[in-house]
């Protein structure tokens, strides 16, 4: 099974940017969407998808502040997050669509 690892969550101020990176166990993006997701107590949440042929999606309310992107070289997915909000505070995890295993996710905290 693919697995996915999170990195680059921390402690931010409202207002700040963080990058996100996501490194699958495998090659995917020439055959799977790859998406973002947004996880809070009892919810998770898709808030950005790329598909094979480079296309996005925003969940609206991220919409013009976070960027999907990838790699392909480093295999690695991004999402850049700008003018963070206190309500962006929670668990950002990647996965394929259809998702596989989930990863442990990488903590974002947008604080003052």
Known sequence: QVRFVE????????????TLSCAPSEN?????????YRQVPEKR???ARMTVDGSTYYLD????????SRDNSKNI?????NSLKREGTAVYCCNSIPSGFWGQGTQVTVSL
Do not use: H
């Open 61 to 68: 309310s991220v919409k013009g502040r976070f960027t999907i």
């Open 77 to 81: 997915l991004y999402l850049q997050l």
């Open 7 to 18: 990195s680059g969550g921390d402690l931010v101020q409202p207002g700040g940017s963080l």
């Open 28 to 36: 995917l993006f020439s055959t799977y969407a790859m998406g973002w």
């Open 45 to 47: 949440e898709l808030i």
